[in-house]
Nanobody, 124 residues
């Protein structure tokens, strides 16, 4: 059984930074792509960033490109999301997810395990 546990969320001001972590338990972390999604109140869950199994390739939503960085440490079974220059529109619950394949995807249907989420609130 795979479990994903996010941490690092909080209340910050616009322009601040946060680093989210997602710790995975269970086998096979290093052979699966991982991703971060987010969901704001009243909105659908949206793709934020994804990283391939080795960390060699990353992809971002246009809305966060240049501000957010996804990374992973396969020795620690952990994936990270460094968020800089935060904006009020980044306010959401952030979820990490494990991909069905070794490569990333922007589609929620291509992820089989999800964390419980961590709240990020950015005040103006």
């Amino acid at each position: 059984q795979v479990q994903l546990v996010e941490s690092g969320g909080g209340l910050v001001q616009a322009g601040d930074s946060l680093r989210l972590s997602c710790a995975a338990s269970g086998r096979g972390f290093s052979t699966h792509g991982m991703a971060w999604f987010r969901q704001a109140p009243g909105k659908e869950r949206e793709f934020v960033a994804t990283i391939t199994y080795s960390g060699g390739n990353t992809y971002y939503a246009d809305s966060v490109k240049g501000r957010f960085t996804i990374s992973r440490d396969n020795a620690k079974n952990t994936v990270y999301l460094q968020m800089n220059s935060l904006k009020p529109e980044d306010t959401a619950v952030y979820y990490c997810a494990r991909g069905l394949s070794s490569y990333g995807s922007r589609r929620t249907l291509e992820y089989d395990y999800w964390g419980q989420g961590t709240q990020v609130t950015v005040s103006s």
